[in-house]
């Protein structure tokens, strides 16, 4: 048989647009699978020139999903750019606003776009491997989780005027404090949130032991680890600094954020618009890394909540201590995380300062350059600003998530594509599982994408039968 190309277009249930091509040779294995990123937002460069004090309410149209990271990145790189550190209340109001947004988050996308390989299974009928699938076959669950993600968005609603694009975060601190009747509406219904993720996690676990043969030949590959850590080494999802792991999880770095140029360099492949980051000191391709929820458990020594840490003992038995590498694991990982959410707000909402009206830092002490990091649900996110002494943007850089992770996903694709695509008849639900490699990730590609000088471009031009008549390529 000559050799082919089976193209996946789009990968669904997924944030973003991409597309897998996986190419097979005469006997009809797999030679490689690609992950093309095919969509390219360019906000580096149209954030030039507008205003620092702009970027909490710029940003988040990045993305729909997770604009309350980028709304708090860009408040944290607006401060260090105007020289106002916020106030310890306004912080911790901040931090509020992401445990909702990590919750609702990482309920959406285990409940209901993760959800439907693994409660309706790989090989379910498409027509209803989704969330409606899921209503189908467990409505009280899917009440239930649906009820964990609008929980989470309330957070984000009380403090921010809104569940997306938040209006609350600026330079220096915070427009609005936590009234008590706010804060009695929030702690209402967390143990019920608790309840919801406990089955989650059951779910999970279940799900893996009945499936631990999938899980140990599902894109289990080693790679670097990176995010934020508590000085005890624990997991941290707000402020601290960033930890880098190598693949025995031996630690090859510890240093402020800020400072991640001197670590972290980008490379670019002419089949994607989205770059790859990698450790500078061990090169392209030895210096890639994970983040998100699987890179950030596996450099956490700790959990600094008392359930999220039972649950984090029994994920470092998986490898027996050492770096969980199995890419289904991710799913595991974001419940945990989410435990661990819904605990930090209860300690929030418990603190003396939450009520506190001090929340803005109006002296400045202008330093014309800012970096601000965060644990976006999806994994390490930075924006880097650089402004003339009118506070106007003169220079933009943004790493997200998902960017961190592409090598990952890419390399996830081709092996999942090589372990279940093998001279036979390729059937939807191995294709499912290709596109599964790219879920575990929980990519979020809108905000991902940013070009270096020129960008590759090629145009299949095709006739009516689907043939390649002519390419165009712009290198």
């Known amino acids: 048989m000559p050799a082919q190309k089976i193209t996946i277009e789009p990968v669904t249930r997924i944030e973003g647009h ?15 699978a690609y992950l093309h990123v095919n969509e390219f937002r360019g ?58 947004q990590i919750v609702q988050s990482h309920g959406m996308h285990f409940f209901e776009l993760a959800g439907p390989d693994l409660l309706l299974g790989f090989d379910a009928d498409p027509a209803i491997r989704n969330v409606v699938g899921v209503i189908g076959a467990n409505p009280e669950l899917a009440l239930k989780a649906v009820n964990l993600r ?35 509406a929030i702690l209402k219904d967390l143990d019920a949130q608790i309840e919801t993720t406990k089955i989650g996690l059951q779910i999970i676990k279940d799900w893996a032991a009945a499936n631990k043969e999938d899980i140990d030949k599902f894109a289990v590959f080693p790679t670097g680890y990176f995010g934020l850590v508590t000085p005890k080494n624990g997991l941290e999802l707000f402020e601290g600094k960033i930890r880098l792991l190598d693949k025995s999880g031996k630690q090859l770095e510890l240093f402020e954020g800020k400072n991640y140029l001197d670590y972290i360099a980008e490379h670019v492949e002419n089949w994607s618009y989205l770059k790859f980051p990698y450790y500078k000191r061990l090169g392209y391709p030895d210096g890639v890394y994970r983040v998100g929820p699987l890179g950030r458990l596996n450099i956490a020594d700790v959990i600094e909540t008392p359930m999220a840490n039972e649950e984090l003992k029994l994920f470092k038995q998986i490898n027996n201590g050492k770096p969980v590498e199995n890419t289904l694991h991710y799913h595991y990982a974001r419940l945990i995380e989410t435990l661990f959410a819904i605990e930090r707000i209860r300690i929030l909402l418990d603190d003396p300062d939450i009520f506190s009206t001090d929340i803005m830092n109006t002296k400045k002490n202008f330093q014309g350059v800012g970096v601000g990091v965060i644990e976006a649900p999806r994994g390490t ?39 279940y695509i093998s001279g036979q008849q390729v059937r939807e639900g191995l294709l499912n599982r290709v596109e599964a490699a790219v879920r575990a990730h929980d990519p ?29 390529r712009r290198d």
Request: glycine letters at 8%; a neutral charge.
């Open 18 to 32: 991409a597309k897998v091509t996986i190419h097979l040779d005469e006997k009809g294995d797999v030679s490689h």
């Open 381 to 419: 996110l930075i924006h880097h600003y650089w402004a003339n002494e009118n506070g106007q943007l003169e220079k933009v850089n943004l790493i997200v998530s998902t960017g961190h992770n592409n090598w990952a996903m890419s390399n996830a694709v081709d092996s999942v594509a090589k372990t």
């Open 444 to 472: 979020c590609l809108s905000c991902s994408t940013h070009a270096v000088g020129q960008m590759p471009m090629i145009v299949d031009i095709v006739d009516p039968e689907g043939s390649t008549i002519q390419t165009l």
């Open 150 to 184: 609008k929980w989470g968005q309330e957070i984000i609603s009380i403090l921010g005027g809104r569940r997306i694009h938040p209006l609350f975060a600026v330079p220096g601190g915070v427009n609005k404090s936590l009234k008590p009747a706010e804060r009695e």
């Open 43 to 100: 906000f580096e460069k149209f954030c030039e020139g507008r205003m620092v004090f702009e970027m909490p309410y710029i940003t988040p149209r990045i993305c729909g999903i997770c604009p309350v990271s980028h709304h708090l990145a860009a408040a944290k790189a607006g401060d260090a750019v105007m020289g106002t550190p916020p106030p310890r209340p306004a912080s911790l109001l901040r931090e509020l606003m992401h445990m909702g």
